[in-house]
T-cell receptor, first 114, second 112 residues
Framework: DVKVTQSSRYLVKRTGEKVFLECVQD?????MFWYRQDPGLGLRLIYF???????EKGDIPEGYSVSREKKERFSLILESASTNQTSMYLC?????????????FGQGTRLTVV | QKEVEQNSGPLSVPEGAIASLNCTYS??????FFWYRQYSGKSPELIMS????GDKEDGRFTAQLNKASQYVSLLIRDSQPSDSATYLC????????????FGSGTQLTVLP
């Protein structure tokens, strides 16, 4: 089975802190994604990566950055956390190529910024 | 117009009935379609994928795709209370081979 593991299930951070969310997948997937999910807004793509050291902006990249130094690990960084970044953060991964692009999700990190 | 649209619900069905969940998408050349189930407070879990017109069955779940009408649906037969969840439709839009675009989800409640 595909396993996508996020480093924390719950996090509470203070405004202005730098926050790191880590994600690791064990299926040698090329593609990795970070989404946030908010009530009424659904899943929104923040960033994705299709290869080591490669990254592309999603729909809402502002206030976030990412890092992919190893194929299995994709990190989301909140440079200076703000209360409007309180959300559920979901990491996902998928195989490369143009088909069979089903994504598998980690368990999610519920981040609260106070 | 949203790229992927679903009725937000809530949709309620009695136990044992067929639940029908619908999804429309805006781009005719989309290739891949997926249904995810998400329990409250949990992450989405893939339950069905479909790539060709017609029906695809897996246990109590049937996915239906009609590319001409830009419509994909999920039928859940013999619905159980454990099927109560939010169901997300996801589409692989053209020019974004690696990404999925998600609908906002339909909340399903199966009443015992």
């Amino acid at each position: 089975d595909v396993k996508v593991t996020q480093s924390s299930r719950y996090l509470v951070k203070r405004t202005g802190e730098k926050v790191f969310l880590e994600c690791v997948q064990d299926m040698d997937h090329e593609n990795m994604f970070w989404y946030r999910q908010d009530p009424g807004l659904g899943l929104r793509l923040i960033y994705f990566s299709y290869d080591v050291k490669m990254k592309e902006k999603g729909d809402i990249p502002e206030g976030y950055s990412v890092s992919r130094e190893k194929k299995e690990r994709f990190s989301l960084i909140l440079e200076s956390a703000s209360t409007n970044q309180t959300s559920m953060y979901l990491c996902a991964s998928s195989f490369g190529g143009t088909m069979n692009t089903e994504a598998f999700f980690g368990q999610g990190t519920r981040l609260t910024v106070v | 117009q949203k790229e992927v649209e679903q009725n937000s619900g809530p949709l309620s069905v009695p136990e044992g009935a067929i639940a029908s969940l619908n999804c429309t998408y805006s781009d005719r050349v989309s290739q891949s379609f997926f249904w995810y189930r998400q329990y409250s407070g949990k992450s989405p879990e893939l339950i069905m994928s479909i790539y060709s017109n017609g029906d695809k069955e897996d246990g109590r779940f049937t996915a239906q795709l009609n590319k001409a009408s830009q419509y994909v649906s999920l039928l859940i037969r013999d619905s159980q209370p454990s099927d109560s969840a939010t169901y997300l439709c996801a589409v692989n839009p053209p020019g974004s081979a690696r990404q999925l675009t998600f609908g906002s989800g339909t909340q399903l409640t199966v009443l015992p």
